[in-house]
């Protein structure tokens, strides 16, 4: 079969499970579970796997969530494509990032390239990866040091958006709080015998926010108080201050984060209180591998997508993914893609368009537009050389970078 029948064949089965494929989103939407809680989803994507002929899945694969499912020729000399699935909830607002769809991307996407291979077992193979925990505590960072990727020459999924984008502009990202404390009191009879963990927390915040008008065109910092005391007439003895700092680059997140450190130390001493700086999970930023993104691009086109042309759209700094350190280990793509809804993602609007029947038309295209990829990937071993160089050539675009 040549790679147009073998698309087909693609696109074929996809459209054959769209019902199932749509009852599987439906239960991971209708059960939100949050980050390494996904217990839920986990049963639910393993069974499906299970039910339409994966015989090799593992599940509880490295974490507690995640699985791995396998299908293909087993020679290491030929491409292996990874494809990865996300399926945790944001606290309150449920599955209003989407990663229901995202999952459904990345199991559409197997099923299309298990029927492929079967009928094709030299091309290569294929790994669906569950890659729990995105929202927090960085599943796929877990994931690579446990060495999940170890073997898999290209990864690729998908992520809903009120946008088309081919290439999203995801920083580097890291989580930092900080933690105060000082001693209580009365705060009417005895406040001079207090030492007051609130105050350090809101000069922290103070001085941090007066950061805003030195800091270089795409930094960004957002945080809150999350710990200010139990009542008003008790000087608060602990008090903790939760930040996200964000950059293009890792390089510049260091020295941005040497900035905010000393605003933090200087609420300490202001106030008398001890600091505790808690490091939390830090992200890099995303790097898009340009041959597979202009495949992508390509087949979208062929299915009717239209990608997002605007350059005030194309070029803004998006969020941070834990999909970003894949991109970093094996060549990758990450593009979003539009549900039918004009709100942005982690919005109490967004969650029930992820659960739409209007996002399933596209999803589904998206879905086709991966497994057509891997096809032309799998079919053309000198992509793969291509591929590579990319990567390669992006590695060292990154550290000449920041040099400079």
């Known amino acids: 079969m040549d790679a147009h029948q073998l698309k087909q064949l693609a696109c074929i089965t996809i459209d054959a499970a769209a019902g199932d494929l ?37 599940k509880k694969y490295q974490l507690e969530t995640a699985f791995r499912a396998t299908y293909g020729d087993s020679d290491s000399e030929k491409p292996h494509v990874g494809l990865l699935c996300e399926y945790d909830a944001l606290p309150d607002i449920g599955h209003a990032c989407g990663h229901n769809l995202i999952a459904e991307v990345g199991i559409a996407a197997g099923l299309a390239l298990k029927a492929v291979l079967s009928q094709n077992p030299s091309l290569g193979k294929m790994t669906i990866l569950g890659t729990p925990a995105e929202e927090e505590n960085g599943g796929k960072v877990r994931l690579l040091k446990a060495g999940a990727f170890e073997g898999i020459d290209f990864a690729m999924m998908a992520h809903p958006s009120k946008y088309e984008l081919l290439k999203p502009n995801y920083v580097a990202r890291k989580e930092i709080n900080f933690k105060y404390t000082g001693r209580e009191s009365h705060a009417a009879e005895w406040p001079w015998e207090g030492i007051n963990a609130l105050d350090a927390a809101v000069l922290c915040y103070q001085s941090i926010s007066c950061l805003r008008q030195q800091m270089v065109p795409g930094w960004m910092v957002h945080g809150v108080i999350s710990n200010g005391g139990q009542r008003p007439n008790i000087i608060p003895g602990n008090s903790q201050v939760d930040y996200y700092i964000r ?28 600091l505790e700086v808690i490091q939390g999970e830090e992200y890099t930023s995303l790097m898009t591998n340009e041959t597979m993104i202009d495949l992508y691009e390509k087949n979208g086109t062929s299915l009717g997508i239209e990608f997002e042309r605007r350059e005030k759209i194309t070029k803004k700094l998006g969020g941070s993914s834990d999909m970003s350190d894949v991109s970093h280990a094996v060549p990758s793509i990450h593009p979003e893609f539009r549900i039918g809804t004009d709100f942005n993602s982690h919005t109490q609007e967004f969650a029930p368009a992820s659960g739409s029947a209007e996002a399933q038309t596209n999803t589904l295209k998206v879905a086709k537009s991966l497994a057509m990829t891997a096809i032309d990937i799998m079919l053309d071993h000198s992509l793969m050389s291509k591929i590579r160089k990319d990567f390669e050539d992006a590695r060292e675009r990154e550290k000449n970078a920041d040099k400079i």
């Open 22 to 58: 749509n009852e599987l989103s439906q239960q991971i939407w209708s059960h939100p579970e949050t980050a390494d809680q996904e217990y839920f989803a986990h049963d639910v994507l393993t069974r499906f796997l299970k039910d339409h002929g994966f015989e090799r899945v593992d």
């Open 247 to 274: 950059c293009p680059t890792s390089t510049e997140l260091k020295v941005f984060e040497e900035k905010v450190l000393k605003c933090a130390e200087g609420a300490a001493s202001a106030t008398s209180c001890k």
